[in-house]
């Protein structure tokens, strides 16, 4: 008889068809609680196989050299490579060069298809652009391109020629955009002419030019054709992709680099300050998308992903880089999965028979939102794998997805880490019993914990500090420009311990949940929580889409909770919702727990990566000044909620 707590047992081919369980023979180990216990005990063991998956160009000659401290660890020190050596020149003259790589959808519906072979043509015409504007290794240079076949070929042409990408949102605004470029002293910014956002054109060189008005480093603005937008052109500094490379066959070698030389910078989303400059190697990101994407999530050489994603989002880079270092196809589609119809990501998925889904909480929440959808028109037959990151479930988004989108017949994944890991801490596998909004383990070499507030690791079933215990090649090697914030934001809690700032649990059976942010903990008379608890009670009246749940300073009980909510279709937002929502956490958790105040907006406000910003969110409702609203999604939605907080009586 199954276990009620387990929604997903993986059928026996399954396993026996995994990557996991080639790895765990080739690993000599009995099962994957073994791996990681051996993976603790002697992390250079493990890390060697996996990074004995990557090409060297010139052999290491140390895996692992900690004499700077374990707070900047040097991966195979002497060695060289370059991740393009795996992602495209390892598939030439293979079947797989002949193989198509991407299939892109725009928002009208063109289609364009390119094999390996011509995603090599196109990175090599990028790459030689490049060296026509004499930027050559270390340099750094911005990628400001919507979800297009060049954001990717534009991140792998820097990567072959040594250069340091730094992926952009592509919705920023100029001030934003400005920021990061000043910051990581970039000297050029790869756009494109513009793009479409829900049936409007937008002009990406528009903003683009304001944001480099000023900046003395910045010398060139590389231009796609992808919009036909009319574009204020500068002469001296704008130059068209096209006229730099023209038609020309175009070959260009790979420059080979330390394996720890440094891929790209990518920014946080800011979800607890100022955004900061992660750092990301060759080596290292290629290490972990091996891990991650292909062991632990088990993507294969037939598989075809679609996981939209903005190229500012890690999950760019991930879908840039895994897709190819694997073999495999991806579907990308330029604009959102609801529009021009609402069903578009359940039409691209069976149109172009995608196996491995990506998708984030936040968006089913939407579909949820919209009745689904339409999902019902379509089978989803080919789908094998669904893999979810971006924040916490609701036990009703997630078991929503299971059972419309998965059909309770596929494995849903969740995914947790961040861009300071290079991926991810946690993930669900293809090899075990699944259960609602929970992760299997820990990724094996990660050497995650969970700790109390004194450092002493916590009993399962107790709430604590996700940490980790070991070094890993995939982490940022510092912040860009700044080893005393490093150090700072992430070991100065626990010695020689990275405190990832996660609330985590392990339960009885060895499963793991993330409970939230430890920024957001919420401690009412005494007892303290996450946000996500109250919020799954919330979501189990089935009257809300989507709540953030936040603790106010309280004379008695130390903090009162608050409660920002968006309300599903049909559902008035009156006192009678107001009541039902108070209900269901006093009955949840008891009357500490009442909340002080149910506030009513259209939306909360999200990070580019969907992420609900609790710390705007709770300045909305003490009336403070926001600080940094770069990384908003939606930047509106902070001035709505102020105003709607300013007249909810808050004490």
Known sequence: MSDQRFVWYPPMETIQASNIAKFLHLADVDDYDELLKKAEKNPEWFWKLIIDRVTFSKPYSTLLDLSG???????????????????????????????????????????????????????CRVARSLDRLAITVGDVVGLFLPNIPHAIAAFLACA???VIALPLFSGFGSNALKDRLEAAGAIAVITADGTSRRGMGISMKAVADEAVETLGELKHVIVVRNADIDVVWNSGRDHWLDDLVGDESIECSTVHLAADAPLMLMYTSGTSGKPKGTVHTHLGFATKMLLDVGLVMDLKATDRMLWMSDMGWLVGPIVAAAVPLHGASVVLAEGGPDYPDEDRMWRLIDDHTVTFLGLAPTL???????????????????????????????????????????????????????????????????????????????????????????????LRGEVGELVLTSPSPGRTRSLWRSDDTYLDAYWST??????????????????????????????IAGKRTGPSEIEALIAGTGLVVESAVIGLPDPVKGQAVVC????????????????????????????????????????????????????????ACLGHEPGDLSALVNPDAFGLLRDAAATANLK
């Open 69 to 123: 401290g374990v707070q900047f660890p040097r991966w195979c020190v002497g060695g060289e490579g370059n991740i393009v050596l795996d992602c495209l020149d390892r598939h030439q003259g293979t079947s797989t060069w002949s193989k198509e790589f991407l299939v892109w959808e725009a928002e009208s519906g063109e289609v364009v298809r390119w094999t390996y072979a011509d995603l090599h043509r196109e990175v």
């Open 160 to 162: 072959k020629k040594g």
């Open 364 to 458: 089913a929440r939407s579909f949820i939102r919209n009745d689904g959808s339409q999902i019902e028109k379509y089978s989803l037959t080919s789908l094998r794998v669904c893999v979810s990151t971006g924040e916490v479930w609701t036990p009703e988004a997630w078991l929503w997805t299971f059972e419309n989108v998965c059909k309770k017949k596929i494995p849903l994944l969740n995914y947790s880490g961040g861009t300071e890991i290079g991926g991810g801490i946690l993930c669900g596998t293809v090899i075990h019993p699944i259960k609602p909004c929970a992760f299997t383990r820990p990724i094996p070499g990660m050497g995650a914990r969970i700790f109390d507030e004194s450092g002493k690791q916590v």
């Open 494 to 523: 626990y010695p020689g311990v990275w405190r990832h700032g996660d609330w985590a649990v392990e339960d009885s059976d060895g499963w793991w949940e993330i409970t939230g942010r430890s920024d957001d903990i919420l401690k």
């Open 564 to 619: 920002v909510v968006t309300v599903k279709r049909g559902v008035v937002a009156d006192k009678v919702t107001q009541n039902a929502l108070v209900r269901a956490v006093v009955k949840g958790l008891g009357p500490p727990f009442k909340p002080q105040a149910i506030i009513f907006v259209d939306e909360l406000p999200k990070t580019r990566n969907m992420k609900v910003m609790r710390r705007l969110v709770r300045a």
